[in-house]
């Protein structure tokens, strides 16, 4: 038996239901897995609220770093005893320990804790793909990334200023901001004070940038569009204030032949070589110091229904991590 959290219907925090699971017995490409530390994203509240449907009653959870404990049949690349972490479906990290498929796992190198691997590795591969692959920020960009002080933006920071870039970050507090300027962050716009729109448009001369990354959605989506120069290109990657309305696919020639890409770290991974590649680059670029990881909260995993209301409610930065 181990301690897991368990939704029988979606809601609030409070859905959330610390309960004795059974956890048993790999099956072939299985391994079952004794979690150190788990990570919380902001995928989880969506699972959770139901915004992202799921069959229930169900586990959430799609982070943790760990040692291996068994293996099923047919899996050769782990064995008992190998430190290993992991960030994707099946949900289900919200765990004390679990039983789970081999092949989203990679190998922890010695000089990454397990705190750390929990904390990094769906945010880090995250700002990986965006940052590398989804637009190459290239030195000398200017990029707009929204929720600067986050965990995905604290990551964002640190590794825009490595590739060279000049990041404008958004945020909604001054300690947010003040935050986000030391972790790298060029300019900062606090959009609840300032109209971010125009203060981007000050900042290049008019221009507008090469590519905004946003994570906010219904509150932001128009503005962030509004924000690119021509052929610029728009992500959407999140929706933390709610979906983005729908919107006619002409507002993207009549701001100037816009690109608009709505990605997910699923489809950056789909593949081992494309998985070992993204978690090589993350791992590379924390082992060189060049982006530190911040753990600025820690709950016991008890405690998730707290650690869900306060990302939620905007009072986290950086990064967060469950102690099971
Ligand atoms: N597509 C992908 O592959 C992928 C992967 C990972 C994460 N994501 C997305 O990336 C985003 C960031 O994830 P994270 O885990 O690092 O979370 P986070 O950025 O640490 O937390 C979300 C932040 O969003 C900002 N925000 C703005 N409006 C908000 C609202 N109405 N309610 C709550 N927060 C609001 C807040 O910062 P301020 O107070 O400064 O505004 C808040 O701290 C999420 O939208 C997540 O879904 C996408």
Known sequence: MAKAIRISKTGGPEVMEYVDVEVGEPGPGEVRIRHAAVGLNFIDCYFRSGLYPQPLPAGL?????????????????????????????????????????ADILVKLPDAISFDTAAAMMLQGMTVQYLLRQTYAVQPGDTILFHAAAGGIGLIACQWARALGANLIGTVSSDEKAALAKAHGATHVINYKTENFVERVKEITGGRGVQVVYDSIGRDTFIGS????????MMVSFGNSSGPAAPFAVSELASRGSLFLTRPSLGNYTSTRAELEATAADLFAVVNSGQVSIEINQRYALKDVAQAHADLEGRKTTGSTILVP
């Open 61 to 101: 959870g799609q982070e943790a770093a760990g040692t291996i404990e068994a293996v099923g049949a047919g899996v050769s690349d782990f064995k008992v005893g190998d430190r290993v972490a992991y960030a994707g479906r099946p949900n289900g990290a919200y765990a004390e320990a679990r039983v789970m498929p």
């Open 225 to 232: 569009l509004d924000c690119l120069r021509p052929r610029g």
